[in-house]
């Protein structure tokens, strides 16, 4: 069975750019989930998309959003970039219990420059 | 809110050697399930291991295993027999299954193991 695979990889931005990332998750997991991991706050949880809706959410600003689609792959979009959004994005899928197990995609290394 | 706390940022063990990571949080609940995630310098996002809160007995996976002290709130990992492969970056992580999956993860040790 595939991964989690995340794309792309690596991006480079410039500041008040917008970018896209993109998460294929597991076949047949339903939940997928991002975080934000840097070297200063370690790895912070964004958001979490079930069946398309937004079900969990973080403590981070309105400029990172999200949204799943109906075959569970999700996107990230983060408008406005600032510097200190430079990160490493990872996202993770499950089946969407609240038991379940995640496992995570290589994440994408954002730098904005 | 639900915390975790990793003391230990680095670490080291001689090959074939054990070690012990620890791992403590703080929640109210009663139900929640841990977690140890490794992550190689590659970056990708390993699980280790996993414990369910309300199961008494620690999880073990081929060389690690867990020793989960619910009163005292710790969750150690033990890497018995080291392996050069086991160098990583390791993560303890906290879901409260009334949050979904909205994991709290610590700060992570890094451990390197040496020949």
């Known amino acids: 069975k595939a991964g989690v695979t995340q794309t792309p990889r690596y991006l480079i931005k410039t500041r008040g750019q917008q970018v896209t990332l993109s998460c294929s998750p597991i076949?047949?997991?339903?939940?997928v989930s991002w975080y934000q991991q840097t070297p200063g706050q370690g790895l912070q949880f964004l958001f979490e998309?079930?069946?398309?809706?937004?079900?969990n959410k973080g403590n981070f600003p309105g400029r990172f959003s999200g949204r799943q689609f109906s075959n569970s792959r999700s996107e990230m979009n983060v408008s406005t970039l600032e510097l200190g959004d430079s990160a490493l994005y990872l996202c993770?899928?499950?089946?969407?219990?609240?038991?379940?197990?995640?496992?995570f995609g290589p994440g994408t290394r954002l730098t904005v420059l | 809110a639900q915390t975790v706390t990793q003391s230990q940022p680095e670490m080291s063990v001689q090959e074939a050697e054990t070690v012990t990571l620890s791992c403590t949080y703080d929640?109210?609940?009663?139900?929640?399930?841990l977690f140890w995630y490794k992550q190689p310098p590659s970056r990708q996002m390993i699980l280790v291991i996993r414990?369910?809160?309300?199961?008494?007995q620690n999880a073990t996976e081929n060389r690690f295993s867990v020793n989960f002290q619910k009163a005292a709130k710790s969750f150690s990992l033990k890497i018995s027999d080291s392996q050069l492969g086991d160098t990583a970056m390791y993560f303890c992580a906290f879901t409260d299954k009334l949050y979904g999956q909205n994991f709290v993860f610590g700060p992570g040790t890094r451990l390197s193991v040496l020949p």
């Open positions: 929640t109210s609940e009663n139900n929640y399930y």
């Open positions: 993770a899928s499950s089946f969407g219990t609240d038991t379940d197990t995640q496992y």
């Open positions: 414990q369910e809160a309300y199961k008494q």
């Open positions: 998309y079930f069946s398309e809706t937004q079900r």
């Open positions: 076949s047949g997991h339903r939940s």
